[in-house]
């Protein structure tokens, strides 16, 4: 028993921790924004190309493959420190107060763009380099192998988990976004930067998806068309964990983890359809999610 229960903890874990990541940027930021981004899924594509091209550049000069690590870290980064303060500052923040289908229609205007850039600079071709999982290894547990950078994913998704709680509740910035989430009109009577907190919640938000698009590319790769696949994922997890919850997406990513592979076990032509079932079901349930509430509306 254990060793069918053993494998099948650990595929869930790894699937979960790639969900997590595409959907708590997804989830913070509409914690401290209130805005719906469709486009996070192709901020989370692009992390992926940029990680892919890096890596490919350090293997094409046979500079040290231990760089690749680096290069997986650098491209989240990098796509913050461009995409987040540009977007939030052009586009997003013309959004703030604005019913969900303005939101919705702009920032999918937003990611209709940001496709076709990609296309653009990086053609249509998939990328692929797994020099990171293959430096790491593989691992047997149970007569199983696995690959010692899945242990890696469901590190990385732990850590950056208890990072966001930690920054929300024992620092500063987190007092402050506290603040503005809470009542954003009482925080900027009392002289807080809520421009300043939005620019970063939001560069945090492009962060965390970008580290997801250069985490999952060793494993699947890069190609057109993940940016779309990526942001309805990432809906049905905010939506089952509740929209804004933290906590909710970890909760749930581990949920629409475990349901794909259970579905690829046993019944692997329903791979595609299980994360949405599995959201039909907690949403039938519980209509605002797991860790949602029904919570009044200034108007």
């Known amino acids: 028993m254990s060793n069918a229960i053993i494998p099948l903890l ?12 595409a959907a708590v940027g997804l989830t913070l930021v509409f914690s401290v924004l209130r805005v719906l981004n469709v486009a996070h899924g192709s901020l989370y594509s692009i992390g992926g190309y940029v990680a892919a091209s890096l890596c490919l550049f350090i293997a094409s000069r046979q500079l040290n493959p231990y760089l690749s690590f680096a290069a997986l870290l650098f491209s989240a980064v990098f796509v913050a420190a461009i995409f987040g303060p540009l977007i939030e500052r052009s ?34 071709q998939s990328f692929y380099e797994d020099a990171p999982m293959r430096l790491l290894g593989t691992l047997t547990i149970g007569g199983v192998v696995y690959l010692n950078y ?6 990385m998704a732990l850590l950056v988990v208890i990072s966001l709680r930690l920054l929300v509740n024992h620092t500063r910035l987190g007092r402050l976004i506290t603040a503005v989430v809470t009542d954003r009109e009482m925080a900027q009577s009392i002289g807080i930067d809520t421009n300043r907190i939005f620019i970063l919640a939001f560069s945090l938000g492009v962060f965390l998806a970008a580290l997801g ?16 696949d990526t942001m309805v994922l990432a809906f049905a997890v905010a939506a089952i964990g509740g929209l804004g919850q933290i906590e909710g997406a970890a909760v749930a990513s581990l949920i629409v983890g475990v349901a794909r592979v259970l579905a690829i076990y046993l019944v692997p032509s329903l791979d595609a359809v299980a994360p949405y079932a599995a959201m039909l079901v907690v949403l039938l349930i519980r209509p605002y999610g797991l860790f949602g509430s029904m ?5």
Do not use: C, H, N
Not at 10 to 21: N, P, Q, R, T
Not at 213 to 222: C, E, F, M, N, V
Not at 295 to 299: H, V
């Open 295 to 299: 919570t009044a509306r200034r108007i």
């Open 213 to 228: 698009g250069a985490l999952a590319t060793p494993t699947s790769g890069i190609a057109p068309g993940l940016g779309a």
């Open 10 to 21: 650990l595929d869930s874990l790894a699937s979960a921790a790639l969900i997590f990541f």
């Open 91 to 124: 586009l997003v923040r013309w959004t703030y107060g604005k019913s969900e289908a303005v939101q919705i229609l702009i920032t999918f205007g937003l990611f209709l763009m940001l496709e076709d850039l990609q296309r653009m600079i990086f053609g249509v």
């Open 150 to 155: 899945q242990i890696l994913l469901i590190g």
